[in-house]
């Protein structure tokens, strides 16, 4: 299996060592930040907004992966791109014109992502899935860390994967929520391309190791 990409959320970190935790990401191996974006609605927590990602991406070459667990995305969605992102994925629960708003993160040289709860079916965004870049996957309910991992949302990566086939696309498939050296081998098995993983990631002494250690269990 192809080795995926490992994406720490900053969510998990100190925030008040914010410096220090992009560099322990850098450090590690992984190739993404995701940066969690909340705004007290969507879900119930309020997390940061643009300048975060603005001020993060002057300390780090990483792909920025921001994910936008906010109500009216596109009313904001500038802020993020002028901020650095790399890629912006929304919540297709979030948005009525979720095609336009793809559209728009694309013709700003962006990559564009479309993102489900685990309530919401594969079926919601299948008119979507020719505009994205990546889908995500949660895999707990959002708008918290340390959460267990929910193993039935698991089977949309199978789906998403037999689709992208079927139809000749590119998209990356990507879970969030609750995977940690626990649960990496169930996850595996359906083989994701992006792990966002936080509080595992924060809390492993050393980060180097843990990566690896996510790695290996992926060839298992």
Not at 188 to 217: M, N, T, W, Y
Request: charged share 20%; aromatic share 6%.
């Amino acid at each position: 299996m192809k080795m995926p990409i490992i994406a720490p959320s900053i969510l998990s970190a100190d925030f008040l060592e914010i410096g220090a935790a992009v560099e322990s990401i850098e450090s590690s191996g992984a190739e993404w930040l995701h940066l969690d974006v909340m705004d007290g609605h969507f879900v119930p927590p309020i997390t940061f907004g643009n300048k975060m990602v603005s001020d993060i991406r002057k300390r780090t070459g990483l792909f920025l992966d921001t994910h936008l667990m906010i109500e009216e995305p596109e009313r904001h969605i500038h802020a993020f791109l002028d901020a650095g992102s790399d890629a912006i994925t929304f919540h297709a629960e979030a948005c009525i014109h979720s095609h336009r708003l793809l559209q728009t993160i694309r013709h700003s040289g962006k990559k564009a992502g479309i993102s489900i709860v685990p309530s919401t079916p594969v079926s919601q965004i299948l008119p979507l899935l020719q505009a994205v870049d990546q889908v995500l996957v949660m895999t707990v309910n959002p708008g918290y860390g340390g959460q267990k991992l929910l193993p039935f949302c698991l089977s949309k990566v199978d789906e998403l994967r037999d689709i992208r086939k079927k139809e000749g696309l590119d998209f990356l498939i990507a879970v969030d929520g609750g995977t940690n050296l626990s649960t990496i081998s169930q996850v595996a098995i359906h083989e994701p391309d992006i792990l966002v993983i936080g509080s595992a990631f924060f809390a492993a002494q050393d980060k180097q190791a843990f990566a690896c250690s996510i790695r290996s269990a992926w060839n298992e």
